[in-house]
């Protein structure tokens, strides 16, 4: 039977709403194309498969829970989706238990709860591959737990205006990684801190590359990397700036200030380069060394009143 023009017209407008309707929404599954009001229906669509949740430019008091499955988040247009203060569990903005997932392209912003460790990113377990994302104005940058079966990888990323050492809490630091397997950090920044470490790791084995840690803005800071258990692996390529308004200004890497967890005669730490801020003279040690690993300490351009290591 052959529809009269009007039938047709309305057939197609019909089909035009529903397609509309199945792409509407921030958050589209792109597998799918199916679009969703809010970041954890989105979640919950891709359940325990694989698949990237693809986020609007915007600005969003979103949170969501990940428990299986491996999912992407990634903004369509890179530094566009920003995640502003939505906390689920009283943790993070992402809280990640599933298989893995991978952020890119995304801002984390004004991350605070009632325990002090406030995030963008808490990682229960599962790989992580952070890019090109930014992490700013909170309580912690990237907080793990532990799970030494799988790795944290970040890349292209900033952490800044964050840790805090206040309240009688535990200190928040900018990254804070658990008994991780492995822990890779490359070609990223750390600024501005507002106390803490700017990295801290119990991961047995790290690589830390090419980053810059620039403490010139910081208040009440401690560490640039904070290895509390040792670790093997290689930091290389980092360039280091104290600032005048350090807590702890005693070292700029330390080997298992905590107990020795791991044998870190396996790290190397070579290629750097560490300073002060114009204006500030002060001593302190560039690899401050709980234990009597030898770590592997190579070339790295110190300035004056820099020691290369000592053992404490």
């Not at 205006?161 to 492995?182: K, V």
């Not at 290895?227 to 093997?232: M, R, Y």
């Not at 204006?279 to 070339?299: C, Y």
Request: net charge neutral.
């Amino acid at each position: 039977m052959k529809l009269p023009a009007i039938a047709l017209v309305i057939v197609t407008a019909l089909a035009s709403t529903a397609l509309a309707q199945q792409r509407s929404g921030p958050f589209v599954v792109a597998e799918s194309g199916s679009g969703f009001g809010s970041l954890a229906d989105a979640v919950t669509a891709i359940g325990g498969g694989s698949g990237t949740i693809v986020i609007a430019p915007g600005t969003y008091r979103d949170c969501a829970v990940q428990t299986e499955g491996a999912i992407t988040y990634r903004s369509a247009t890179p530094g566009k989706a920003i995640f502003d203060g939505g906390i689920c569990e009283g943790k993070a903005a992402l809280v990640l238990r599933g298989q893995s997932a991978s952020v890119d392209g995304i801002i984390f912003q004004n991350m605070r709860v009632p325990d002090g460790n406030g995030a963008g990113i808490r990682l229960e377990k599962g790989d992580l591959t952070v890019d090109n994302s930014l992490f700013r104005n909170s309580e912690e940058g990237i907080l793990s737990a532990d799970d030494q079966a799988h790795t944290v990888r970040i890349d292209r990323s900033t952490f800044s205006h964050l840790g805090r050492c206040d309240r009688d809490l535990d200190c928040a630091h900018g990254i804070y990684i658990g008994q991780y397997g492995s822990l890779t950090v490359t070609r990223s920044r750390f600024e501005a801190g507002n106390g803490g470490h700017y990295l801290k790791s119990r991961a047995a084995r790290v690589t830390i590359r090419d980053n810059s840690f620039d403490d010139s803005k910081g208040h009440l800071t401690n560490y640039m990397i904070d290895l509390p258990n040792g670790a093997a692996g290689t930091i290389n390529g980092n360039e280091m700036v104290q600032g005048k308004d350090m807590d702890n200004w005693s070292a700029f890497i330390t080997i298992a200030p905590e107990g020795r967890a791991h044998d870190s005669s396996a790290l190397e730490v070579s290629g750097n380069s560490a300073s002060f801020v114009p204006g500030v003279q002060r001593q302190s040690t560039f690899v401050a060394n709980w234990t009597d690993d030898r770590v592997r300490i190579g070339a790295n351009k110190l300035a004056a009143g820099i020691k290369i290591t000592d053992r404490r």
